[in-house]
């Protein structure tokens, strides 16, 4: 389902990793994990990508500030679910 | 070309400015504004003329790389002269999904994204950042006296 801007949905990968760590394909640094996005979190559709269409989504990391990041769509339909 | 150096106000924000201020026109309604990374070089590339994100030279990150401009979220401009803005909080960007570059350059500018974003303000980073697949990337809050963070003044 194409993501809704306003809704939220929650991050559930298949694989069960972080995203970033996903992207990566190993583990990160622990840092680098404190500010990854991890499986279990809720986001919501900030707005779509004017020029992509690419959905970008808000979220709060592990230190509690807010985030913004773009998924790609195809990730988007496959790891996260509307709640 | 006008270059820019740093934490200047782009032409579109210097209008803004004036012409709030010398009442020639309301002030703009107020709204979100937002932070974007640009790969451009340090000196000799920016220009102060840009109105939009669609400069020729404004060298954003690409949203493929996961990357998404953030909420920049200023404290209300200091009762000081000269008067000071600044981020009230960390900025992280990413987690990236692809390398993206490195970057020299965080510019402000009113709309999350798409190139017709008026430019508001440009700020040369302390120092160039060239993240890796995974990883994240963090500004420090503004705390005005301490010039830390993306610091405006006029």
Partial sequence: ?83 | MTLLSAGQLFQYAEQQALNAVFLKTQSPAAAATYMALSTSATSGVLDSTYTTMAGANINEYATASGYARQSYGPVSATAASPSLIYNTAQLTWGPFTSAPGTCNWGICCNAASGTAANTIAAFLLASSRTPNIGDSLQAAAGTGSAGVGFLAQV
Avoid at chain 1, 9 to 25: I, R
Avoid at chain 1, 37 to 63: F, N, Q, R, Y
Avoid at chain 1, 64 to 73: A, D, K, V, Y
């Fill in chain 1, 1 to 83: 389902m194409a993501a809704q801007p306003g809704s939220d949905y929650l991050y559930q990968p298949g694989h069960g990793k972080g995203f970033g760590e996903s992207a990566l394909g190993t583990t990160l640094t622990a840092e680098m994990t404190e500010l990854d996005l991890k499986p279990g979190a809720t986001v919501t559709v900030h707005s779509m990508d004017v020029d992509t269409d690419w959905p970008i989504i808000e979220w709060v990391d592990d230190k509690g500030l807010g985030r913004m990041t773009t998924i790609e769509p195809t990730i988007f339909d496959a790891d996260f679910t509307i709640v």
